[in-house]
């Protein structure tokens, strides 16, 4: 591994807080509240742990992909449920399943560039609410039967160019590498396993804001006092957040709820889940319906004759929503923000669309050049995400990467694959596990639809580290924001 030591400039892009939902199954637990209400969970949480003011945040860029019967400008009715002011700049990126890592990206490059200092990144979906369309129906069914097609299919697992299936190109993959059905049911009880064994730990835990449980007591969407949701104490700052917002006109009152759920989830996440667990859902619920037993047996669905890519080998359809406050060095000084770590290298790559699940092969050696680092070998702990088994199983071949250190505690085939929010959630991931294990440098890497895939580079640190590192560089005026940009 490198020991070189690279410092921090004005203008590093660093992570200061990372959270995410817990994923809900689909139809599941989660499946009560929308796309941007579990936005909104994750943005108030992610801001509460980071103690950043909501004045302070220059930017919204969050990862949503079917966004379809969600009202307009999805991104800012997310914001504005999390307290943010109506002033907030907000923008939808939709890059299929790198939506939520595209906007970290796109968060690292305006601060490099100097036009933002802290910016709220991430994604959100709620599969279970896609709706279905009625094409043909604005122009009037005059006669005979209509269709109806599936938004869900439609707009985030349909290959439009070969009008396949995702999972079709995935048995496309293990045929094409020699990926056997049983290689991809043992890397699915595996992956199922450290899921696991990191909440038996107390690890998944680290990562998650609650979300309070439809009807219950804790607050929930039809709480009207978001300040008493949000309880005394360490989350009083919190709670103050969510009225700002409500007070001062800015949150329409159909969000008013999740604000006020918002400050509650905020306020269990500092209490911890065996104090909450009742009103609150702490747990992914994909890890309780996982069969090992009847993974074996489940037949191929997407190839009847021969495949080999099943229901228990492949994600899971999933809720959930995840964000990042990305702030420039610059500004976690003067702010006194929490420095967890800097952002050192990003890239995009794209091939046919039908062989999307291989591009993050193509995207990992860009991003480490970026980085600075000269080999895979120089990362501690990857996240490859998991969006089938086979596509972990074939970029792990293809860039030589050691399996322990590849999702140390479980990936999507067994937390679930929420498209627009996954690229943000193994980020969130792999610096919880970069955290608890002691990592240095982290690599996440995801395939979208079309042929795509996103990369990011990240090395921990912490404010006593930087500063060490600040001291060993030519000391530099800092650049306020407008000098940066001239």
């Known amino acids: 591994m490198s020991e070189s030591i690279v410092g921090l400039s004005p203008r590093t892009p660093c992570i200061v807080s990372a959270v995410r939902t817990p994923l809900g199954a689909f139809q599941g637990a989660l499946s009560s509240y929308t796309a941007t209400e579990l936005g909104a ?56 399943c790198s939506s939520g890592l595209k906007a970290v990206m796109l968060a690292a490059q305006a601060i490099m560039a100097g036009s933002a200092d802290v910016i709220v990144s991430g994604g959100m979906e709620s599969m279970s609410n896609a709706p279905h369309y009625m094409p043909g129906a604005r122009k009037g069914l005059r006669l005979g039967d209509g269709s109806i097609v599936d938004g869900l299919v439609k707009d985030g697992l349909w290959d439009p160019y070969s009008n396949i299936h995702m999972g079709s190109c995935a048995e496309l993959c293990a045929e094409r590498f020699g990926i056997s059905r049983q290689q991809q049911d043992e890397h699915a009880l595996l992956s199922h396993r450290r899921a696991v064994a990191a909440a038996a730990a107390g690890y998944t835990a680290a990562e998650i804001v609650p979300v309070p449980r439809a009807g219950g007591s804790a ?37 008013h709820g999740t604000v006020a759920a918002a400050a509650a989830a905020a306020a269990a996440a500092a209490v911890g889940p065996a104090a909450t667990s009742g009103s609150y859902i702490w747990d992914d619920e994909g890890l309780s319906k996982m069969d090992p037993v009847r993974l074996t047996s489940l037949k191929p669905y997407f190839r009847r004759d021969g495949g080999t890519v099943t229901a228990g080998n492949a994600s899971p359809m999933t809720d959930g929503a995840a964000a990042l406050v990305v702030a420039s060095y610059e500004a976690v000084e003067r702010l006194g923000l929490p420095l967890l770590a800097a952002i050192r290298g990003f890239a995009d790559a794209a091939q046919a669309p039908e062989w999307f699940t291989t591009a993050p092969a193509l995207a990992v050696p860009r991003a480490l050049r970026n980085a600075g680092l000269t080999s895979a070998a120089d990362v501690d702990f990857w996240e490859v995400n998991e969006a089938f088994s086979v596509v972990d199983l074939v970029n792990r071949q293809l860039l030589g990467l050691p399996a322990e250190r590849v999702n140390a505690h479980g990936g999507s085939v067994a937390l679930g694959h929420p498209i627009g929010a996954s690229g943000a959630r193994i980020l969130v991931t792999l610096l919880n596990v970069l955290h608890s294990r002691g990592g240095r440098w982290g690599c996440a890497a995801i395939c979208n639809g079309g042929g795509g895939a996103s990369s990011v580079v990240v090395e921990m640190l912490d404010t006593q580290q930087a500063q060490q590192q600040q001291q060993l560089q030519p000391q530099q005026p800092a650049l306020t924001r407008q000098q940066s940009q001239l």
Do not use: H
Not at 57 to 85: H, K, M, R, Y
Not at 228 to 255: F, V, W
């Open 219 to 255: 607050g929930g969407r039809t709480s009207a006092n978001p300040a008493a949701a949000g309880g005394d104490g360490p989350t009083a700052r919190g709670a103050t957040i969510g009225t700002t917002g409500a007070a001062s006109g800015g949150t329409p009152p159909s969000l």
């Open 41 to 96: 969970f994750a943005i108030r949480g992610v801001l509460e742990r980071a103690g950043v003011r909501p004045e302070d945040v220059d930017e919204v860029i969050f990862g949503n992909v079917i966004s379809a019967n969600l009202g307009q400008a999805p991104a800012t009715q997310a914001a504005l449920g999390a307290g943010l002011p109506p002033s907030t700049p907000c923008t939808l990126v939709n890059k299929v």
